[in-house]
């Protein structure tokens, strides 16, 4: 991106706002050219709270929570910022869109005020946004997942069969058990997506993407029925009606405008587009420029997301979750993932690597992957002998198991811990090959594969090896900030076409979703080897991870009953 | 064992002599007390030859030579070493015995003049003593195992299905193919340890256990038909008559006497009794007491090797062979192996640890695996949730199959590396339970264990888990030089009675072998753990093991092409 110093005065502009899981970070667009003209990061002031509240009140095991003020201070800093970088007015800007990690929720008051924000609550942990990745809603989930069993109910078949700990229903129910007088002070529970929306436009909206693929909802079924939520407790059967909502807006709507208060707060002008909020990696489907069925984006980071469009509800086994209209309108959104990527290869370097390499590594000023990576780019694909199951934070797709584990087979006494650095990642592109080969068979096209996220961006080696795994070329992300990017192209479409934005989607990716030029294409070679390992990689997935040997849910067991 | 100065002038001594790898070491001990009066140790000068000959010839892949003047130096130099540190008179040895690597062995004239002492063969890799741990004739194995099955000769079941490489006949066919001039000079092929021997008392004699062990001799069938040997090659049709010899003396017999250049070269007095050539495993199974059917002896070092006497010939599947007198006179004597014991913990302290466990180690003053040791002894039995299968180095019982490979499974990322360093010992310990109840279902009792080598005699950590997994009390050499306390207590036999030995090995047991006071004891709560676990390990071994997923075969098939 080019700071330019050119002031476009006839261009409008859009602005997109991704909020992570530490910071916040704004990109402002130019709609006309689609250039990202500048960016601005904001670092939460209490990142991420798993050990304490700020008033020094103690958390357990598994539980992350947020401050609402951080978001709010994201507002503040960052829209300023990126208007003055990029040299224009408050009257250039046509709309504006954010996007967020989920399921991220909080209670909150019908004014909108966070619970965490009221005196009297400030010390109960559940007043607080939870983070998607607080786990402590496992049990939850557990007792969740059995009574929609029990209940035969249809939906769990929309979510790979499994309601995860991390969303919004057993979030809710936690609180529920833990602390019922949050639960009754809390007049909404609201995704942060959607409540960061509504302290821009001053109006409650929900969006159909966190609701689809976090809350249980259906565009034509809705939420569970009350049956089923009084069948969890009590105090919960009419929480669909009295604390959730029934009315959703689709991806590509407007939320509202920036209200006065919204505009105090940014520096916007009153009345600028708000489009309805989104989540971060389901927002970067248009900004590789996906605006239609049979393309994949997967965001390979520490772990991977796969997002994909149909034109039909298909049940594919294993997924995450379909929801219609969930990342472009008129589609099915399809989401399916793998748990352990990027963190992966870290727990290697953590744990396996040596002395020697260490200072190998210190010797030539890189650090251990870098170096792991040289010496395993050297390996010809095979020639390891070794083959692993991606398994060490168990499978999410496409087998929806938390308690499988980490497999490698094929060591011998020369066998070199570069060997096993490239197996693992390679048992990484194995894990997605049989996420888009389920897809396929399942009648979910998957002809084209995009890829976003830090590893996609900056790790050739690892990409080689995808594209080679599954055979197709890989284009790779053009914007360093895919999800804010997609929020900008949403925040324009908000806008509309006659305030200097877009009709739709799908114009405003023609001018503003990027791809880099350069993609990775397969080797044929390399093809024909990685076909061998992969039925190998399918034999040893379905003899684990299918019920043929449960050796891992039985050793798990024995783990957990010697500890205890 | 304590240097006494006390000249015991009434008692008799015995000298046991220890041929290893790279160094001979001989012991003296008195027959009256069994006490180890003195060692002494000398370190072969041309160590193991595996680049090039002495006269810089080079040595092709996976060579491993010796030179025999190193074994003469080790009689020259050891025996006066420890009857002068002893204090005793020449007259006072009563016998002399001898145990060495197998098979190790070389090409010789008829007068027992290595080929390799000849000025015109020492150029000549083939003129050398191929070590145990020559490789080169592997070609040689597999086309003799084929040979053998096509021609259905039963011999092969008694060494669980295969002929190993670095057994007598491949190395011997290997000079046939290699240097037919070498073969046809040679006019005798003999063990080493034959061969010292025959250097002390002048005669050519040849001894039941490595000719059972090592070269497919059977006490009543013989070597194999005439016929087989032809199939080899048509210059080995009369191998067994002309180059071997029909006539094989039983372990506790006396090869013969201290001849005159014996004498000159050893310092021992003419006529003091020599005993029959044994094998350094086979010679400590009485050196730990070891005299009758039911009890187990281990060798446990880099790799392990098993023994365990019968009343009967069974065919126990995957041991490496069963030979009548083998051992012991009057039982049979049953070998089993795992080819990857301190090998496997030895690999994985120079691949998988990290820079900060080596800072740890070294800021304490201790080496990896005894940092790796402390931090796994404070693991529970099951609790780190992973289990291996054991054969970085093939699987040598019960399974023989060299192209096995190892696998792990049950990796978190939270694995840590004494995790895993403890799961590899847990894995031989299973390997070694796999044995034992492959014997026991097969008709071979075993009722009691013993262990001897580096690793039980110096890891207590590792052999309370072998105790726990197998369940069994585990007796432990009470020499740190079990081998050459073996050959002490044959060559006292040779001598017999009457000269101050003994008239059988049973009997010199009773005064001269030893075990240490303490023994490792099973642990109840431990075994119950390990039974679990060993049942996973079974379904594991035989998934992979039995042909029903050769997926560790597939994946070196593919390393191989892919290095072509």
Redesign the interface.
């Known amino acids: 991106m080019v700071n330019r110093k050119i002031n476009y005065k006839m261009h409008k502009y859009s602005i997109g706002i991704d909020f992570g899981t530490l910071s916040g970070r704004a990109v402002i667009v130019n709609t006309t050219t689609g250039e990202e003209e500048a960016v601005a990061l904001h670092e939460y002031t209490h990142g991420v709270m798993d050990e304490k509240l700020p008033d020094g009140t103690p958390l357990g095991v598994d539980w992350a929570l947020q401050h609402p003020q951080d978001y709010l201070d994201v507002f503040r800093i960052t829209i300023p910022e990126v208007i003055t970088k990029a040299g224009v007015t408050p009257g250039q800007i046509a709309g504006v869109g954010i996007d967020f990690t989920a399921c991220t929720m909080l209670p909150v008051k019908a004014d909108g005020t966070p619970l965490c924000f009221l005196e009297k609550y400030m010390g109960r942990p559940n007043a607080w946004v939870k983070l998607w990745k607080h786990h402590a809603a496992q049990e939850e989930a557990n007792r969740l997942n059995s009574i929609a069993e029990e209940r035969g109910e249809k939906f769990l078949k929309r979510y790979g069969g499994k309601i995860s700990s991390e969303w919004m229903i057993p979030k809710i129910w936690q609180t529920v058990n833990e602390d019922p007088e949050i639960y009754d002070a809390a007049e909404r529970f609201i995704e942060a997506a959607d409540w960061v929306v509504w302290q821009l436009t001053g109006e409650e909206t929900r969006n159909t993407c966190t609701a689809g693929y976090k809350a249980i909802w259906h565009k034509h079924d809705g939420y569970p029925h009350d049956m089923f939520f009084r069948a969890l407790h009590p105090k919960m059967e009419k929480l669909a009606d009295e604390k959730l909502s029934r009315i959703l807006l689709p991806m590509g709507t407007r939320a509202g405008t920036i209200s006065e208060a919204g505009a105090r707060m940014t520096g916007l002008n009153k009345g600028t587009a708000v489009a309805v909020a989104n989540v971060d990696a389901h927002v970067s489907v248009p900004a590789v420029g996906i605006i239609s069925p049979g393309k994949m984006l997967a965001i390979i980071g520490t772990s991977t997301c796969h997002m994909i469009l149909g034109d039909t509800e298909k049940e594919v086994p294993g997924m995450c979750g379909v929801v219609e209209d969930g990342i472009i309108e008129g589609f099915f959104g399809y989401e399916a993932g793998q748990s352990?990527v990027g963190?992966?290869f870290q727990?290697f370097v953590?744990?396996?690597?040596?002395?020697e390499?260490?200072?190998e590594a210190d010797s030539m000023g890189i650090d251990l992957h870098t170096l792991l990576t040289e010496k395993a780019a050297r390996l010809?694909?095979?020639?390891?002998?070794?083959?692993a199951l991606d398994w060490?934070?168990g499978n999410r797709s496409v087998l929806v198991d938390v308690d499988l584990?980490?497999?490698?087979?094929?060591?011998?006494?020369t066998?070199?811990?570069e060997e096993i650095y490239r197996t693992l990642i390679e048992a990484t592109a194995f894990g997605t090959r049989m996420i888009i080969e389920t897809f396929e068979e399942n009648g979910v096209p998957v002809k084209e594969f995009y890829a976003a996220g830090g590893i996609a961006e900056k790790n050739p080696f690892v990409m080689q090896i995808y594209a080679d795994v599954i055979n197709r070329e890989i284009k790779i992300s053009g914007s360093p900030q895919a999800p804010a990017l997609g929020s900008a192209m949403f925040g324009a479409v908000a806008a509309g076409k006659e305030a200097g934005g877009f009709d739709t989607i799908m114009e405003a990716a023609a001018i503003m979703a990027k791809v880099k030029e350069s993609t990775y294409k397969p080797v044929g070679k390399n093809v024909l080897?990685y076909d061998?390992?992969f039925a190998?990689y399918r034999?040893?997935h379905d003899?684990?991870g299918h019920g043929s040997?449960d050796?891992?849910k039985?050793?798990?067991l024995?783990?957990k009953?010697?500890?205890n």
């Open positions: 352990c963190d992966h727990w953590d744990n396996c690597t040596t002395a390499y260490k200072a010809l694909p095979g020639e390891s002998g070794l083959l060490w934070n584990t980490g497999m490698i087979v094929g060591m011998t006494l066998t070199r811990p080897v061998r390992l190998e034999i040893l003899y684990f040997n050796v891992m039985r050793l798990k024995i783990k009953e010697v500890r």
